[in-house]
């Protein structure tokens, strides 16, 4: 819990800055924290997918009136849409309250504690509930990776769809591309109900699938392990372009100017301490 916390109020300081602002905006002009619908875009392993994360905590909508897709937060999924994420059914995007879901053996992820933590602190004043609910911003938290992936089976490189990767981890791909294409659908949600989107922040946990057995990083499923300290700059570089790459391509959707930034929870490994060597190299990036 201390974690979540900390996780909330470094991603809170980072984003509210914008208030400062004091000249009448429009809508299009507005800082990203005061648009009606703020997306928090997850992406990670195992940590991030809420593996194993049961029973549930949160068993309501809650009380912040943040969202989800219909198709819940976990918007990647095994099958026909993998690959080909611009085809999954439209209705399945309509927004609905933020809660937490059992899918097998996923259950509660960081969805409702990072969004409802987040909005308190907008209306934590707001004692009468249905105000409460109303009041944007409202947070929609969306993830699209897969527990036990590796950083280049999670970006552009799409490495999970390479004929070396074992069988056994061949799931389809498409990580990156849904996490894209969630942007373009919660944009086009958002202008039907006449209502303003943008994405606040990009929240990164993985690392453990790099990890290497002798303390190096493992940079794919077939090539040797890059031994410190080489290795440790070769996630540190990937995780600083995955960043700069999933901002812009994700801007180009939204329409945002800014980069969008980045916070990474330090997991264990040897990936731990090249995301810290990320958070010093990129000033977009924030480990939490």
């Known amino acids: 819990m201390k974690s979540l916390l900390l996780f909330v109020a470094v991603v809170v300081l980072s984003v509210t800055d914008c208030f400062s602002e004091e000249r009448p905006q429009s809508a299009s002009e507005r800082p990203v924290i005061q648009r009606d619908i703020v997306g928090l875009w997850l992406m990670g392993q195992s940590l991030c997918e809420g593996a194993e994360s049961l029973p549930l905590v949160t068993h ?3 009380d912040w009136g943040n969202l989800m897709f219909q198709r819940g937060v976990r918007t990647w ?8 994420p611009y085809e999954r059914p439209a209705e399945q995007f309509s ?7 059992v ?9 409702n504690g990072l969004a409802d933590h987040l909005k308190s602190r907008f209306t934590g004043s707001q004692r009468e509930l249905k105000a409460r609910q109303k009041k944007t911003p409202h947070f929609l938290v969306t993830y699209a990776g897969q527990g036990g992936r590796m950083i280049d089976e999670l970006s552009s490189v799409d490495q999970s769809t390479d004929p070396r990767t074992p069988e056994s981890r061949q799931h389809g791909g498409g990580y990156y591309q849904t996490s894209l294409d969630d942007a373009r659908r919660a944009k086009a949600q958002a202008v039907a109900r006449g209502e303003t989107f943008g994405i606040a922040a990009l929240i990164w946990m993985q ?3 790099n990890a290497g057995p002798t303390g190096g990083i493992n940079p794919s499923r077939w090539d040797t392990e890059i031994p410190r ?3 440790l700059h070769w ?3 990937r995780l600083v372009d995955y ?5 812009q391509d994700l801007q180009k959707t939204t329409g945002q100017t800014d980069e969008i930034p980045l916070f990474t929870y330090q997991t264990l490994s040897t990936a731990g301490e090249a995301q810290l060597l990320a958070a010093d190299k990129d000033p977009y990036i924030t480990m939490v």
Do not use: H, M
């Open 103 to 111: 899918n097998g053996g996923l259950g509660e992820t960081i969805a």
């Open 235 to 237: 996630y540190r570089d």
């Open 60 to 62: 309501s909508d809650g």
């Open 95 to 101: 927004f609905v309250p933020l809660t937490a879901t």
């Open 229 to 231: 300290p080489a290795g």
């Open 207 to 209: 690392g453990e699938g």
């Open 77 to 84: 999924s095994y099958g026909k849409y993998c690959d080909k």
């Open 243 to 247: 960043r700069k790459q999933w901002s």
